[in-house]
């Protein structure tokens, strides 16, 4: 099933303002119409929609603009006070046929989909890690943007919730080099991260990616805190 064209304008806009500091303004509607060959409405609606979602802002006629990134709710006992979160997707409709992995996890058919977040964690101004964050549509989609970020604090769920976890080496991911400031062929860790109810239900399943250097003069650790 393919996405909706305003879905795929919220995904272009996402890239297009995952590298830019906040308050940056963004292509103009009629812009990003031609560019990408799409109507104003459907561009308009899928601007609405990061704008709800506070990762754009309107500012009067002035136009549109890169919303601040928010601090983290709290800091885990185990990292740094320092570090700050900078959402970069928040995909209400995502089709993870290139996450084949996450979908059997879920046991989810072709035809399902799920909600995701990545965000970059920083330490000051050093990136530390890229996560992927997945879950099912109907844990997420009903929830406001405050509920959503309590929602998505791994160490809570962690801690109240069963987690099992691995440790592969790998290549950072192409569209996550600029973000981490890593050349093309560093090699990585990435940790895949699954996080159950005590009932045995999957909540999370949580894809991160390291800075090989930065994260380790953090103090930052490859194993996550379970219960």
């Known amino acids: 099933m393919p996405q909706p064209k305003y879905i795929q304008v919220m995904d272009f806009l996402r890239q297009e303002i995952a590298d830019k500091p906040p308050h940056s303004p963004i292509p103009s509607e009629r812009e990003i119409s031609q560019r990408l060959d799409i109507s104003r409405m459907t561009v308009r609606k899928a601007i609405e929609e990061l704008c709800r979602q506070q990762v754009l802002y309107r500012d009067g006629n002035r ?74 549509p109907e844990a997420a989609l009903d929830k406001g943007l405050n509920e959503l970020e309590s929602f998505f604090q791994l160490d809570l769920c962690r801690q109240t919730g069963n987690v099992s976890w691995e440790l592969l080496p790998a290549l950072i991911p192409a569209k996550y080099l600029r973000l981490l400031e890593l050349r093309q062929g560093t090699p990585v ?32 650790t490859f194993m996550p805190r379970s219960s």
């Not at 009932?199 to 250097?213: A, D, F, K, S």
């Open 63 to 136: 136009g549109t603009f890169v919303a601040a990134a928010a601090p983290r709710a709290s800091a885990s006992l185990d990292k740094p006070v320092s570090e700050r979160q900078r959402v970069l997707f928040l995909d209400s409709a995502y089709e993870p046929a290139n996450v084949p992995h996450v979908r059997k996890a879920f046991r989810l058919d072709d035809h399902q989909r799920l909600f995701r977040m990545v965000r970059l964690i920083l330490d000051g101004q050093q990136p530390l890690r890229v996560e992927e964050i997945y879950t099912m």
């Open 189 to 220: 860790i990435c940790r895949r991260e699954e996080i159950r109810s005590r009932q045995g239900e999957l909540i999370l399943y949580v894809q991160t990616w390291y800075h090989p250097r930065n994260a380790r003069l953090s103090g930052e």
